[in-house]
Antibody, heavy 120, light 107 residues
Framework: QITLKESGLPLVKPTQTLTLTCTFS??????????VGWVRQPPGKALEWLAL???????HYRPSLRTRLTITKDTSKNQVVLTMTNMDPADTATYYC????????????WGQGTLVTVSS | ETTLTQSPAFMSATPGAKVNISCKAS??????MNWYQQKPGEAAIFIIQ???ILVPGIPPRFSGSGYGTDFTLTINNIESEDAAYYFC?????????FGQGTKLEIK
């Protein structure tokens, strides 16, 4: 059974850097094609895909946020870390971690999400 | 970037009814469309894969149709437990994109 759990500080100040950790179980991110990604949802708005890293260490980013995002993995800890620099109140959202199976590139599992508020 | 236009944003249905939720892509995405259900405070559940394939464990009253640019999620014989937020996701190209979501209320 695949589980994903997001963690990180719930409150960050404008201009600060957000660091989110996805701790997962039930699969290995060493397997070719398996992916872990991040998605966010601002209050009352649609979901927005942010980034993905896979077992081949390929990384994909949302183009509009490319300069602010970094995704990394630690396969020994079963963790994926997303950092977002220069946070703004518009980045207030629930951030979700996702899993993609080795074939198909789709998302088949989600974490429960963690709410991040950007405020001074 | 592929834009997904999902409708309606909100719908209300009575138990036993049939509902359709639409998701239209701004460009051809083959069958690279998935549907999810999400309830408040819970992880989203994967319900339809590759536009038409029912994910194992999902009740057969859920079904998906479409190919290319027009997709539909259908729920037959709605039950009270189907009250949730439904959204579509295209994984044909990066960045993945989502529909705006549909909140389904059961009267």
């Amino acid at each position: 059974q695949i589980t994903l759990k997001e963690s990180g500080l719930p409150l960050v100040k404008p201009t600060q850097t957000l660091t989110l950790t996805c701790t997962f179980s039930g699969f290995s991110l060493s397997i070719r094609g398996v992916g872990v990604g991040w998605v966010r949802q601002p209050p009352g708005k649609a979901l927005e895909w942010l980034a993905l890293i896979n077992g081949d260490d390929e990384k994909h980013y949302r183009p509009s946020l490319r300069t602010r995002l970094t995704i990394t993995k630690d396969t020994s800890k079963n963790q994926v870390v997303l950092t977002m620099t220069n946070m703004d109140p518009a980045d207030t959202a629930t951030y979700y971690c996702t899993h993609s199976p080795p074939v198909g590139n789709y998302v088949d599992s989600w974490g429960q999400g963690t709410l991040v508020t950007v405020s001074s | 970037e592929t834009t997904l236009t999902q409708s309606p944003a909100f719908m209300s249905a009575t138990p036993g009814a049939k509902v359709n939720i639409s998701c239209k892509a701004s460009q051809d995405i083959d069958d690279d469309m998935n549907w999810y259900q999400q309830k408040p405070g819970e992880a989203a559940i994967f319900i339809i894969q590759e536009a038409t394939i029912l994910v194992p464990g999902i009740p057969p009253r859920f079904s998906g149709s479409g190919y290319g640019t027009d997709f539909t999620l259908t729920i037959n014989n709605i039950e009270s437990e189907d009250a949730a937020y439904y959204f579509c996701l295209q994984h044909d190209n990066f960045p993945y994109t989502f529909g705006q979501g549909t909140k389904l209320e059961i009267k």
